[in-house]
């Protein structure tokens, strides 16, 4: 079922004032002449060396996170190569290797999904939950078909938090910070032992900042168009942010061979609005003259002339057993119920034409708005069973079973009008949209001797989705009773070769699968579903460790055959209405990445890059943005000026060069004190917005190079951080969708303080 329109501004904040943070003081600050750490990966059910693993990926650690400034999942687009994310609010577009979510809806499925603690969270609503108490983020690239199943056609994000410590002390820690634009946040976790078997962990997380944004409210019924004339009514929300999250985890291990954990969250996460403003108002001169645009203004001064509205509530439950066998064998189950609400209103237009030199100045009001409420609630099972680590031939095998319902409100929750109350030119829906999946997987791996290894791996998964939905279209009342289920096995066959302990090369090929949907119908009728988008890929890659240990680098080619890709185009026989299709053609995806991370003494510093290039198959579509009537077939044609070939143009949010740098030196200034700089940067090329690649509609974003910077000061015990972000305060379109947009996070700094017990 299509949403329309979710919305938020795409954030980065390097090293944000309340990053996930857990290690100790004496962590944090303990000699790093050890050389780089052993990371560790979980993606494939069993604890391995990543340096020994046949997967790219990005671990970061509690302390990584938080010297990195990684608050949230769209700040992972800073720290890891070839990965593209864009926040529209409720739903983030995620994407890696230029692969993963590329419409802005709820019926088409995330290609990128994101586990916390080993159950896969919502795909479509409520992903902006904090990093926060958190054990590491593993960043997965490339498709996970095996392990995780459908929705991993781009790759996977694992989110780990803390465990309780049974047998340990009441010991825990308290961040505060205090930072620009009123920003105070504060967080905490606290170990509780309970007896020799039973432990608890409770972990909070509060964040309360003002807007980045300065907001004119001139609706002419707020009766203040400027804001300053005695007794007129508050303005609008202009996106104050006011989180609050918290966790209780239980830890209970009655005998060696029984561990029971479990894990609850809840977040109530408002964000006031997310202010955007028409991709007109981005252009200095009228395109293509030297006539000044009077409608030009910057990123983070926006009109509205509609009521704003932001806030995502939902609840986690995460149940864990593992039993080990006497012969080895682990049996694991891991449940997981999710359930949320999130409520938001827009002014979908984002423009309000106004002069604001005096209180009688005529209005030129576009007033598209948008209002909807919804429900998601996920249950989902997976069960487990694992060979022993050791031996000749390990394996695992797995069954997994989900149902997620989305749950649009009545009375017709969801509302596009203009202006709103008119039911001739409103759009209006109510209902639900039910999906399921199952699946069945398994891998083994076969020691060769001389250093190889084979492993071949297989996932059988199938889907259902339906419509129960009724549609009052511009007065015209569409009931939608559809339904659609595809299924895919997907697989993965991988050559490994340990040169030495030192050095490790790989080659495999893997599939991904990403389930099709249902297109709601319009009044000209009801459009087929689209189908299932698939991928194969061929990688090969070398990890190595030199220098005793100091430096390790990864190195990595791939090539992407993707095929069926899921995109929103004007209806071929009349395009007024847009649809969602398959591209008819596969698309090529093809890159490099390495990565480097160094430890030498007191220095220390981490690097990666990504180069990708990427390129449609023969398409044509018609750019639903632009009226036009002329028929336009996806797979013939024929090309007109309203019906474009897309051939060779490059997937949206897909850039084609990331490049991330981070580093730092500890200084000894005595008496058991240190003090710790640190920089971080990071660069994107300019990407597209749309397939149709149209700089008069403003598609083209422009690249962005962001830096950051710490000042940590070890005192006691004690941690002192000085932080900023975005320190040359770019001003940056972040993201456009529905011909709004969002910006990135300006320069924002402060000071926080770290306490351990």
């Not at 028929?631 to 024929?638: E, H, R, W």
């Amino acid at each position: 079922m299509r949403r329309t329109l979710g919305l938020s501004t795409s954030v980065f904040a390097l090293v944000c004032c309340g990053a996930g943070h857990a290690q100790t003081a004496a962590t944090a600050s303990a000699s790093a002449s050890a050389g780089v750490e052993t990371v560790i990966v979980t993606a494939e059910r069993r604890s391995e060396n990543l340096m020994k693993t046949a997967i790219s990926a990005d671990v970061l650690t509690s302390t990584e996170l938080s010297s990195k400034g990684v608050l949230r999942v769209e700040d992972l687009q800073f720290v890891a190569p070839s990965v593209a994310i864009n926040n529209f609010g409720q739903g983030i577009d995620f994407n890696i290797r230029g692969i993963g979510k590329g419409e802005h809806n709820s019926q088409t499925l995330t290609g990128v999904i994101t586990y916390r603690d080993g159950v896969p969270t919502f795909p479509g609503y409520f992903t902006e939950e904090p990093y926060y108490d958190l054990a590491n983020v593993e960043v997965l690239r490339g498709p996970q078909g095996t392990f995780v199943g459908q929705n991993a056609t781009g790759g996977a994000v694992f989110v780990n938090t803390n465990d309780p410590v049974i047998g340990g002390g009441h010991d825990g820690y308290v961040m505060a910070g205090l930072g620009n634009y009123y920003d105070t946040m504060l967080q905490g976790a606290i170990n509780i032992p309970v007896s020799d078997t039973f432990a608890l962990r409770i972990a909070g997380f509060g964040d309360n900042r003002g807007s980045f944004f300065a907001l004119r409210d001139t609706d002419p019924a707020d009766n203040c168009p400027q804001q300053k004339y005695a007794g007129c009514k508050p303005g609008y929300n202009p996106g104050d942010l006011k989180w609050g999250a918290g966790r209780i985890s239980a830890l209970w291990k009655p005998t060696d061979a029984l561990t029971v954990s479990a894990k609850f969250d809840t977040d109530y996460l408002d964000n006031g609005a997310y202010p955007a403003d028409s991709y007109v108002s981005g252009f200095r001169n009228y395109p293509g003259t030297n006539i000044p645009n009077p409608h030009y203004t910057d990123i983070f001064h926006t009109t509205a002339n509609a009521p704003q509205l932001a806030i995502d509530r939902f609840v986690r439950g995460v149940l864990k057993i593992d039993y080990v066998l006497p012969d080895g064998i682990t049996l694991r189950s891991i449940s997981g119920y999710q359930n949320g609400n999130t409520n938001y209103t827009a002014d979908l237009d984002g423009q309000s034409f106004v002069d604001f030199t005096s209180p009688s100045s005529a209005y030129f009001v576009d007033n598209w708005t948008f209002f909807d409420r919804v429900d998601e609630t996920i249950y989902s099972q997976e069960l487990n069973v694992i060979s022993p680590d050791t031996g000749p031939v390990t394996w695992v095998a797995g069954a997994f079973a989900q149902a997620d319902r989305y749950g649009f409100e009545k009375p017709y929750q969801f509302v596009i009008g203009q202006p709103a109350g008119n039911p001739f030119t409103e759009y209006k829906l109510q209902g639900s949209n039910p999906t399921s999946a199952w699946a069945a997987f398994g891998q083994v791996s076969v020691n060769l001797g001389g250093g190889f290894q084979a492993q071949l791996g297989g996932r059988w998964s199938t889907s259902l989705s339906k419509n129960n939905a009724e549609i009052l279209q511009y007065g015209l009342y569409i009931p939608d009773m559809q339904s659609t289920s595809s299924s895919s096995f997907d697989y993965k066959g991988s050559l490994n070769w340990s040169i030495n302990d030192d050095q490790f090369v790989y080659a495999f090929i893997a599939s991904g699968y990403k389930p099709g949907g249902l297109n709601v119908p319009v009044g000209i009728g009801i459009p087929a579903p689209f189908g299932p988008e698939r991928v194969t890929s061929y990688e090969t890659g070398w990890k190595a460790t030199w220098l005793d240990g100091h430096l390790r680098t990864q190195l990595d080619g791939y090539y992407n055959d993707y095929k069926n890709f899921q995109v929103i185009i004007g209806y071929p026989a009349f395009p007024v209405f847009g649809f969602e299709v398959n591209d008819p053609n596969p698309s090529k995806i093809y890159g490099v990445e390495a990565e480097t991370q160094a430890v030498f003494g007191d220095l220390s510093f981490t690097a990666g890059l990504g180069l990708m290039h990427s390129a449609l198959g023969a398409f044509f579509a018609t750019d639903p943005r632009i009226v036009a009537f002329t028929p336009c077939d996806p797979q013939s044609g024929p090309a007109s000026p309203s019906c474009i070939n897309l051939k060779g143009h490059p997937q949206t949010y897909a850039p084609s060069a990331s490049f991330n740098l981070s580093a730092e030196y500890r200084f000894d200034i005595g008496g058991g004190d240190k003090l710790t700089p640190r920089l971080n940067f990071s660069h994107q090329s300019g990407q597209w917005a749309t397939l149709f690649d149209n700089p008069l509609l403003g598609d083209k974003l422009a690249p962005r190079d962001l830096l950051g910077g710490q000042l940590e000061w070890s005192h006691d015990g004690y941690l002192v951080t000085l932080y900023g972000t975005n320190l040359t305060d770019q001003h940056y379109v972040a993201a456009l969708n529905s011909g709004l947009r969002f910006a990135g996070f300006p320069r924002q700094f402060g000071i926080r303080l770290f306490k351990p017990f």
